[in-house]
């Protein structure tokens, strides 16, 4: 299997946003394009050319089953997996949804020192 080495992240809160660059750029040494809107990921993501989308759940606009409904439509992505980092609640809501749609899930509040290592685990769990 490739490494995981890009990773498109959508996230309307800039605080989560910030703790997650410091995670998994800064000291995780990814390749991270961070978007604060689905409709802000469609327009780069082709460019980009991720390996690995990480959504949040619930965002103004599209949420982030919608976003990765619309990004899995554009040219190229449509195999692109996907880790939604979601409240306890809102997994609940969306298990159904996310064990179909996605390779995993992240829950909020989640570890900043875990971080890395849990979209690692879930990364070497998707088939080759």
């Known amino acids: 299997m490739k490494a995981l080495r890009k990773i498109l992240h959508v996230e309307d809160d800039p605080d989560i946003r910030a703790i997650v660059k410091l ?18 990921a469609l327009k780069v993501a082709e460019n980009f050319d991720p390996d690995l989308f990480f959504l949040d759940m619930m965002m103004p606009g599209l949420n ?6 619309a990004l899995k439509s554009l040219q190229g992505l449509r195999e692109v997996p ?6 306890v609640n809102n997994a609940e809501k969306y298990h159904d949804a ?16 875990r971080l890395v290592d849990q979209l690692q685990q879930i990364w070497s769990q998707l088939p080759e």
């Open 82 to 87: 996907a880790v939604f980092l979601t409240s």
């Open 98 to 113: 996310i064990l179909e749609q996605a390779a995993g899930s992240i829950q909020k509040p989640f570890d900043p020192s």
């Open 64 to 69: 982030g089953l919608e976003t990765l409904q």
């Open 23 to 40: 995670c998994l750029h800064d000291l995780g040494g990814f390749e991270l394009l961070q978007c604060s809107t689905g409709h802000e």
